[in-house]
């Protein structure tokens, strides 16, 4: 066993260019995998084609790709350079763009060289799982990284422009409001999210048959949200969360998911009522991770691909903390990693991965025990105990 701990001690696994090329390793080992069809790829470059023809983007088109488009119509556009070209080469461009912002947006985030470390290593399997499937979860989880560490910089203006570059592309980021009261410049972020949401409202009408035409794609965009969500409810490749999980498992249609979001809101809100805790980063550190679990444990758009957001968050949850964690919190940890990002992989017996981790959306199961333990700890703990662990880096 020390042998083994002596190994990974190596200066090589604390090596930033070491995660650098394992990320961009990874959708390089995604797109072969994907090269001979992908089609979430095809359903985005199809909403590009369809918007330059003025063809309505969320139409659906069984000749070229299953399911329809789900993004808002400022996606096409920002999709347009994947668009152009070769599929083969669209695909694997897509796939680094995605690794890419997602490794710049933990470097450039303010957690420490073992934090982010942690995050890298930790999170890399999940990061496959998400290109896979060649989806936005991956930026959506950027966007509300560089939103908070850009308030956290007094760079209101930045943050907004993140927030509404997601939001206006996946309604996700919007909860990167979260992070308003930690704003040092309330006014000037809010104008800034005005200017954001003009801008981002506009931005496709000058390449795409202008003012009418976009603002009914807002409408079709809507009204697919709907009929996702009505979908979603006992899907198997859908709803994979807090929600999605209990429906499944009760086997109940009939209830109101607001059963369940109204207390999962009011227990996500309470640490909020810790004024004294706020100048603590470390506590605003876990906000953070509360907000990238929050997400997906109550949306019913949860998919396999979505748990890159928090998987990140679960790693801030452990390394934020101002004091020593426990044996019990690494055994959550192993578990998170195990049973949550390995779930839906062969790593786990095809009898009890069919029968039970997808039809009763278990994945999100150890993530809800993270983010119930992780409200505990924000309501109950104070965030300025001192801490080796943001004073140097722990061993191995």
């Known amino acids: 066993m020390n042998q083994i701990l002596l190994f990974f001690k190596k200066p090589f696994f604390r090596d930033f260019r070491t995660l650098f090329g394992l990320w ?28 330059v023809r003025g063809w309505n983007i969320y139409m659906e088109n069984p000749a070229e790709y299953e399911d329809c488009h789900h993004y808002g119509p400022l996606f096409s556009l920002l999709f347009a350079p994947f668009s152009v070209g ?4 669209g695909l694997l461009l897509w796939g680094f763009a995605l690794s890419l912002f997602l490794y710049w947006a933990v470097r450039k985030s303010s957690f420490t060289k073992y934090q982010q470390l942690f995050i890298l290593w930790f999170c890399a399997n999940e990061l496959l799982n998400a290109l896979f499937m060649q ?21 209101d203006f930045w943050a907004a422009f ?16 979260a992070f308003f009261l930690f704003s040092r410049h309330k006014g000037r972020f ?26 009914g794609q ?17 899907a198997i490749a859908q709803n994979i969360s807090f929600l ?22 009011m227990l996500f809100a309470l640490p909020y009522l810790r004024f004294s805790q706020y100048k603590h980063a470390a506590f605003r550190q876990t906000i953070l991770a509360s907000v990238l679990m929050f997400i997906i444990l109550f949306s019913t758009g949860s998919e396999n691909s979505g748990y890159i957001t928090p998987m990140v968050g679960v790693v801030i949850w452990y390394v934020a903390a101002p004091w020593k964690r426990s044996k019990w919190d690494i055994a959550l940890m192993v578990y998170v990693l195990l049973c949550c990002s390995f779930a839906h992989s062969d790593l786990f017996p095809r009898p009890i991965r069919d029968s039970l981790i997808r039809p009763y ?30 004073q140097a880096e722990p061993p191995a």
């Open 24 to 51: 961009m390793l990874l959708p390089l080992v995604a797109w072969l995998v994907k090269l001979h069809h992908c089609n979430n790829y095809f359903i985005y470059r199809g909403s590009f084609w369809n918007a």
């Open 86 to 89: 070769p599929y083969w080469l």
């Open 135 to 155: 989806q936005f979860n991956i930026a959506v989880c950027a966007t509300l990284l560089l939103a908070f560490f850009l308030i956290e910089k007094e760079k």
């Open 162 to 177: 993140f927030i509404m570059l997601g939001t206006f592309v996946k309604l996700y980021s919007i909860v990167g409001l």
């Open 190 to 215: 809010i104008v800034s999210l005005l200017f954001w949401a003009v801008v981002m409202f506009v931005a496709p009408m000058p390449f795409f048959h202008g003012w009418d035409y976009i603002v």
């Open 218 to 234: 807002y409408g079709e965009w809507y009204q697919s949200l709907v009929t996702k969500n009505g979908d979603n409810q006992f």
């Open 244 to 265: 999605g999980m209990v429906r499944k498992i009760s086997g109940c249609a009939t209830y109101s998911d607001l059963w369940l979001i109204v207390p999962g809101l």
């Open 361 to 390: 959306a278990l994945k999100a199961l150890p993530v809800m025990v993270v983010w119930l333990k992780l409200c505990y700890e924000m309501l109950t703990k104070d965030y300025a105990t001192p801490s080796p662990q943001l």
